[in-house]
């Protein structure tokens, strides 16, 4: 990597305190660290945004989402670990999207490293695909592969918080690496 760290802007799509994704966002932040990029999580639980309401912006941003739009700024990357509801992406997730994308895009340009965990045999995949065509909206680029699914996860993590299937692990380490490289190059031609 050259000499300017790459920020990353950490985000686990649930709110539950025992999240399995929230897990497996703590593995993929310190594989970024050990790769030499600066880590901020930001947890959708404590940011408390309200609910989506053109109404309540009428009056001017509410301050979670004035917080979170600096945190997109400020970012190059966004990492994002989603659950799958329903066959989507979680509505607290969404929510976070649509007011940091309200009015101005400070998504625009940037790129994401996206992978979830479910309880399924899917792994997310459909969520992920879902997530892709939002992001996608939002002019984030995403590396194409690995696409990292975390599936039947309650069984997938072991008690020191890594993951059981070592081939998985070292999908992620290099989806966060390709990641880490895409961003680099859009940083160059900035
Ligand atoms: C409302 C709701 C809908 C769900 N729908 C799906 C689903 O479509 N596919 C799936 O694999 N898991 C589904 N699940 C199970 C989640 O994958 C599981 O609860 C997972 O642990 C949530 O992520 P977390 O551990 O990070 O909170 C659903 C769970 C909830 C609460």
Known sequence: MANQPIHILAIAGSLRSES???????IAK??????????REMDLKTLALPVFDEDLRAHGFPEPVVTLKHAIEAADVLMIATPEYNHSIP??????I?????????FSGKAAAVFGA?????GTLRAQIHLRQVLAALNVELVPQPQ??????????LPDGSMVDSK???QLHFLIQET???AQRKNETK
Do not use: C, H, Y
Request: aromatic share 8%; no cysteine.
């Open 20 to 26: 399995l994704n929230r897990k497996a966002l703590q």
């Open 30 to 39: 310190k594989i970024a660290f050990e790769l030499g990029a600066e880590v």
């Open 91 to 96: 509505g607290p997730l969404k929510n976070a």
């Open 98 to 106: 649509d007011w940091a994308s309200d009015k101005t895009n400070p």
């Open 118 to 122: 479910s309880n399924g045999l899917n």
């Open 148 to 157: 990292i699914f975390i599936r039947s996860a309650r069984e997938a993590f």
């Open 168 to 170: 998985l692990m070292k």
């Open 180 to 182: 880490l490289k895409l």
